[in-house]
């Protein structure tokens, strides 16, 4: 399926529109719309089959009504505490603030600015509440109908208000060639998401002892993810961009680089500066086997010197050996997570698909500057 643009983006009771002349907004309800555009300002009204659009300026085509909000962008699964296993190594990456992109500094800057912001909803919210039981313990009924439908209206007034101050808005227009790279990239993240088992690994260490870990000499810990497209509720878009989840952070896979989000704010990694490890394990698979893993053999939860079963365990039972893939992001400004996929063969064209868009992207900004 290939890539959808839509011309429009809403947010709240605002629609941002895209075209060739430029970046407008409007806002209104059916049948009466009000908005700036790169032709002026407008009201519109339509009823009984009948529109009518009336220009509220003289200003000159050419110009704006409105700055556009953001120019076309070109382009081994046990956790254990036992003494057979070393102290484990956490895989996890920096700041997410020390994440720079030179070429996405405005777009930081107001997506991490924006997140500050205090939304004003849950004031007027309480503010409602706890007049409207004042004013009911007061016996004053007629009042408290009044504040009632006072409050309503403005806390879905605050509501749309805080959508708009808390959003960032962009448009992306593709050249042919990165359009291509892209939807490749959105091909082989379907393929990954079609896997029945995707995990995040956040730390592994050493084992001490393989007889007590099945005779394995690494472990992980590991949560299973479910990678999608999906929203980012502050990032408004006019299209589709996979997320990652890796524990207390999502990568965003846009067009033109990644955009790390995590509670304390929102990094940038550009394709150039990402590097990917894609290697095929051998795993001991301690939990539930994925429907789609390929069991090359076995091995037993507690194993003797020669690979066999340990029988002075009676709780000695059979685990499979499945052929896994690893991918590990990584970066020069702190990227650093890790996940596994439960059927090898994604990795390497991802990995293709991330090198084509650093090769176009960085192309692009060598013949802007």
Request: hydrophobic share 40%.
């Given at each position: 399926m290939g890539l959808t643009f839509r011309k429009s983006i809403k947010v709240g009771p605002m629609r941002f529109n895209f075209s060739k002349s430029g970046v407008g907004v409007s806002a209104g309800f059916k049948g009466f719309r009000i908005g700036s555009g790169p032709r002026g300002n407008y009201v519109s009204v339509s009823a009984l089959g009948v529109k009518f659009r009336?220009?509220?300026d003289s200003q000159h085509p050419g110009n704006r009504g409105s700055e556009p909000i953001e120019q076309p962008v070109r382009l081994e699964p046990t956790t254990t505490k036992e003494p057979s296993v070393e102290q484990m190594r956490e895989i996890e990456s920096g700041d997410v603030l020390e994440m720079g992109d030179s070429s996405a500094a405005d777009l930081l800057a107001e997506l991490n600015g924006k997140r500050k912001r205090i939304r004003i909803f849950p004031f007027v919210f309480w503010t409602g509440f706890l007049g409207l039981v004042c004013l009911?313990?007061?016996?004053?009924t007629w009042q408290a109908i009044s504040w009632l439908i006072l409050s309503f209206f403005m806390g879905i007034f605050m509501k749309f208000k805080d959508t708009l101050r808390k959003s960032t808005v962009i448009f992306y227009e593709l050249s042919p060639?990165?359009?291509?790279a892209y939807e490749r990239l959105h091909q082989w993240f379907d393929e990954m998401c079609r896997r029945a088992g995707v995990w995040h690994i956040s730390a592994e260490g050493d084992v001490l002892d393989a007889k007590y870990q099945a005779g394995a000499d690494r472990v992980i810990e590991r949560n299973q993810i479910s990678p999608r497209k999906s929203r980012i509720k502050e990032l408004k878009t006019n299209l589709d961009y996979p997320v990652i989840p890796v524990g207390r952070q999502m990568l965003a896979l846009m067009p033109e680089r990644i955009l790390v989000f995590d509670n304390r704010g929102v990094g940038a990694v550009a394709y150039g500066d990402l590097h990917l490890e894609v290697s095929t394990i051998d795993f001991i698979e301690g939990e539930r086997l994925?429907?789609?893993a390929e069991v090359i053999g076995h091995t037993w939860k507690y194993v003797n010197k020669k690979?066999?079963?340990?029988?002075?365990?009676?709780d000695?039972?059979?685990?499979p050996i499945a052929r896994y893939e690893t991918i590990y992001f990584k970066s020069s400004s702190g990227l650093n997570e890790m996940i596994q996929i439960s059927m090898p063969g994604v990795?390497?064209?991802?990995?293709r698909c991330?090198?084509?868009l650093a090769r176009i992207t960085s192309g692009s900004m060598q013949s802007n500057a």
């Amino acid at each position: 399926m290939g890539l959808t643009f839509r011309k429009s983006i809403k947010v709240g009771p605002m629609r941002f529109n895209f075209s060739k002349s430029g970046v407008g907004v409007s806002a209104g309800f059916k049948g009466f719309r009000i908005g700036s555009g790169p032709r002026g300002n407008y009201v519109s009204v339509s009823a009984l089959g009948v529109k009518f659009r009336q220009s509220l300026d003289s200003q000159h085509p050419g110009n704006r009504g409105s700055e556009p909000i953001e120019q076309p962008v070109r382009l081994e699964p046990t956790t254990t505490k036992e003494p057979s296993v070393e102290q484990m190594r956490e895989i996890e990456s920096g700041d997410v603030l020390e994440m720079g992109d030179s070429s996405a500094a405005d777009l930081l800057a107001e997506l991490n600015g924006k997140r500050k912001r205090i939304r004003i909803f849950p004031f007027v919210f309480w503010t409602g509440f706890l007049g409207l039981v004042c004013l009911v313990s007061l016996g004053l009924t007629w009042q408290a109908i009044s504040w009632l439908i006072l409050s309503f209206f403005m806390g879905i007034f605050m509501k749309f208000k805080d959508t708009l101050r808390k959003s960032t808005v962009i448009f992306y227009e593709l050249s042919p060639e990165a359009e291509v790279a892209y939807e490749r990239l959105h091909q082989w993240f379907d393929e990954m998401c079609r896997r029945a088992g995707v995990w995040h690994i956040s730390a592994e260490g050493d084992v001490l002892d393989a007889k007590y870990q099945a005779g394995a000499d690494r472990v992980i810990e590991r949560n299973q993810i479910s990678p999608r497209k999906s929203r980012i509720k502050e990032l408004k878009t006019n299209l589709d961009y996979p997320v990652i989840p890796v524990g207390r952070q999502m990568l965003a896979l846009m067009p033109e680089r990644i955009l790390v989000f995590d509670n304390r704010g929102v990094g940038a990694v550009a394709y150039g500066d990402l590097h990917l490890e894609v290697s095929t394990i051998d795993f001991i698979e301690g939990e539930r086997l994925p429907w789609d893993a390929e069991v090359i053999g076995h091995t037993w939860k507690y194993v003797n010197k020669k690979g066999g079963p340990d029988r002075r365990f009676k709780d000695n039972y059979e685990i499979p050996i499945a052929r896994y893939e690893t991918i590990y992001f990584k970066s020069s400004s702190g990227l650093n997570e890790m996940i596994q996929i439960s059927m090898p063969g994604v990795g390497e064209p991802l990995s293709r698909c991330f090198s084509a868009l650093a090769r176009i992207t960085s192309g692009s900004m060598q013949s802007n500057a």
